[in-house]
C-alpha cells in the first residue's frame, strides 16, 4: 500500500505542479489572461522554485518568442528543427533546448530581464538553483524517500512540458498563427490544460483553455479556487 500511495501521491503532485506553472506563469505572468494576488503569485514562484527549479523569466522569454515564430526556424523548441527523431528529443530534453537558447541570446536574454526586473525569488534562485532548496528540504524531513520523491517528481515535471513542447506540436501541417499545434485531451489533466495547445494558440489572451464540454483544464480550475 505504500508504494501505491507514494506514487499516487507522486502524480498527482505532477499534475498540481503543472497547473501551478499553467497559472502562475504562463496565463498570469506571460499571458496576462488573469491577475492574481501579490502573495498568491509569491507563494506559487516559491513553490515552482523549490519544487522543480523553474526560473520564471527563463520560461516567460522563451515562451514569448514560441509565441512570436510558432514552429518556425526561429521557434526556441520547434520539433522539426531537430531532425528525423526532433519530437523525442524535444520531448526528452526540453530542458537543454531552453539553456541552449539562453546561451546563445545571451545579450537579448540580460537585456528583457533587466527590463522586467526580479524579485526576491528570483534572487534566491541565483543561488540555490535547479531546485535544490526543495531537495535539501524532503531530504531532511523524510530522508532517502523524500529525496527519490523530489527526484521522480522533478523528472515526471520535465517530460510533461517536453510532452507539450514536443507532442502537442507534431501536426503534420503548418495552420497560420498556431503552427502545428494540436489538442492532446487525454493529457491534459497531467498537463494542467497545457496540452490543449491549438485553442491556446488560437486564443492566447483566454484563461480557459477548454471549449468543449469533455476537455478538461485543471489550470482553469485552479484559477477558480485563488
Known sequence: MFYFWFFLGLFA???????????????SLTHKSVSLESITCHILQLYLALMTGLQR???RFIHERHHANTDTILDPTAPFKFGKWGVWKVFFFVAFYYRRYIREHKTEFLEYQKKHGRNWIDYMQVVVRYGS???????????VWGALYWLLHEIGYLLVYGYVSSFVHSGK???GSIGRSVNKVFAA???????????????PGRP???TKWYELDPGWWLICCL
Not at 532548496?133 to 530522508?143: D, T
Not at 489533466?189 to 486564443?203: I, Q, Y
Open 133 to 143: 532548496g526543495g531537495f535539501l528540504i524532503l531530504w531532511y524531513f523524510f530522508g
Open 57 to 59: 523569466i527563463i520560461w
Open 208 to 210: 480557459n483553455f477548454s
Open 173 to 175: 501541417e503548418m495552420n
Open 13 to 27: 503532485n505532477i499534475a498540481f505542479s503543472a497547473s501551478v506553472t499553467e497559472v502562475s506563469v504562463h496565463r
Open 189 to 203: 489533466l497531467l498537463t494542467g490544460g497545457g496540452s490543449l495547445h491549438e485553442t491556446h494558440h488560437h486564443f
